[in-house]
C-alpha cells in the first residue's frame, strides 16, 4: 500500500513540473499564461513562441509522463504504471507550483501511452499527426485522439485497469478542452501559424 500512495505522490509533484511554463520562461522571457489562450501547455507555446519552444516544452511534458509510467510499471506492475500515469497528468493539470492551473494534459498523457503500451501510442500519434496536418487545428487532434483512446485500448483487448485509465483519461481530455469544443461548434478556433 506503501509503494501506491508513494507513487500517487512522486506522480502527483512530478506532473506539477511546469515545463512549458518554464521553456517559455527561458526561451521567450515571458509568462506563457499572459499569452495566447493562457493556457501553461506546450500547444501554447508552440502558437506564442514558435516550434522549437513548442517542441521542447512538448518533449520535456512528454517525458515526465513516459518516465513515470515506467517507474510505476516496474514497481507494481500495469496497475502501478496505471497509477502513476494518473498522478502525473492530475498534476500536470493541476500543479501545485502554478496555483493548480496548468495544461490539458496531452503531452503527458502521451507519454503516459508510450510508456506502457507503445502500439497504442504509435496508433494515437497517427491520428493527431494526420488531423492537425489536415486542418492545423491541435485541439481538434487532442479531442480526437482522446475519444479515440478508450475504443483502441478495447479493441486491442489490453489490460482492464489501462482500458478503465483510457476512457477516465480521454473523458477528462475532452473536459479540459471544452472552450475549445466552444469555438469549433461556432467556427472560431485558432489553427496553428508558426511564428519562427
Same mark, same amino acid.
Given at each position: ?49 514558435? +516550434?522549437? #519552444? /513548442?517542441?521542447?516544452? *512538448?518533449? @520535456?511534458?512528454? !517525458?515526465? &509522463?513516459? $518516465? =513515470?509510467?515506467? %517507474? ?34 496531452? +503531452?503527458? #498523457? /502521451?507519454?503516459?501511452? *508510450?510508456? @506502457?503500451?507503445? !502500439?497504442? &501510442?504509435? $496508433? =494515437?500519434?497517427? %491520428? ?69
Amino acid at each position: 500500500m506503501a509503494k501506491y500512495f508513494l507513487l500517487m505522490i512522486l506522480g502527483y509533484l512530478t506532473g506539477s513540473i511546469p515545463f512549458s511554463y518554464l521553456t517559455a520562461k527561458f526561451l521567450g522571457n515571458i509568462d506563457i499564461r499572459s499569452h495566447g489562450s493562457g493556457n501553461s501547455g506546450a500547444t501554447n507555446v508552440l502558437r506564442t513562441l514558435g +516550434a522549437k #519552444a /513548442g517542441a521542447i516544452a *512538448f518533449i @520535456l511534458d512528454f !517525458l515526465k &509522463g513516459f $518516465i =513515470l509510467a515506467v %517507474i510505476g510499471k516496474n514497481l507494481l506492475g500495469i496497475q502501478g504504471g496505471v497509477i502513476a500515469s494518473t498522478f502525473v497528468v492530475i498534476g500536470h493539470c493541476y500543479p501545485f507550483f502554478l496555483g493548480f492551473k496548468g495544461g490539458k494534459g496531452v +503531452a503527458t #498523457a /502521451g507519454g503516459t501511452i *508510450f510508456a @506502457l503500451y507503445p !502500439l497504442i &501510442g504509435v $496508433i =494515437l500519434m497517427i %491520428i493527431h499527426f494526420s488531423i492537425t496536418g489536415l486542418t492545423r487545428m491541435v485541439s481538434l487532434a487532442s479531442i480526437t485522439v482522446a475519444a479515440s483512446f478508450p475504443i483502441v485500448s478495447f479493441i486491442l483487448k489490453k489490460h482492464i485497469s489501462f482500458t478503465l485509465y483510457a476512457l477516465c483519461l480521454g473523458s477528462f481530455v475532452i473536459y479540459k478542452h471544452r472552450a475549445n469544443i466552444k469555438r469549433l461548434l461556432s467556427g472560431n478556433e485558432s489553427k496553428i501559424r508558426f511564428k519562427k
